[in-house]
Nanobody, 129 residues
C-alpha cells in the first residue's frame, strides 16, 4: 500500500529555514503530482496545495502566501519530494502534509485536496516571532 512519510519539521524563529522531506513507498514520485498542504492550529486543513509539482511537465505551482519563499523539488532516485522553506513567518506555523495524486495529470496538478488520494501523517512546523 502507498505510504508517504514526512520529516524535517521543527521549531524555528521567524526568518529561519527548514527543509521538509516526503518519502514515498509503493508509489513512484516521478509518476504524477505531489502536493504540500498545511493545517494551522485551530483551523481546518487547507483545501488546496500551497505547493505542487508535476514531474511529467516540471511544472510547479505556489500560492501567493509562499511564493518566493518556498521551493518544491523532487529526487526520483530517492523517491522523495522536498519542500525548502525560507524566510519563515509565524503564520507559517502548521502541520504540514504531503500528498500524492493518481498518475493521470500530464501538465498541471489538481488544485483540490480530493484529487490527492494518498496522504502522509504530517510534520509539525512552528515559527516563533
Amino acid at each position: 500500500q502507498v505510504q508517504l512519510v514526512e520529516s524535517g519539521g521543527g521549531s524555528v524563529q521567524a526568518g529561519g529555514s527548514l527543509r521538509l522531506s516526503c518519502v514515498a513507498s509503493a508509489y513512484t514520485v516521478g509518476s504524477s503530482c505531489m502536493g504540500w498542504f498545511r493545517q494551522a492550529p485551530g483551523k481546518e486543513r487547507e483545501g488546496v496545495p500551497f505547493a505542487s509539482i508535476n514531474p511529467r511537465s516540471d511544472n510547479t505551482f505556489y500560492t501567493d502566501s509562499v511564493k518566493g519563499r518556498f521551493t518544491i523539488s523532487q529526487d526520483n532516485a530517492k523517491n522523495t519530494v522536498y519542500l525548502q522553506m525560507n524566510s519563515l513567518k509565524p503564520e507559517d506555523t502548521a502541520m504540514y502534509y504531503c500528498a500524492a495524486s493518481a498518475p493521470q495529470y500530464l501538465i498541471s496538478c489538481p488544485s483540490l485536496y480530493k484529487n490527492y488520494p494518498y496522504w502522509g501523517q504530517g510534520t509539525q512546523v512552528t515559527v516563533s516571532s
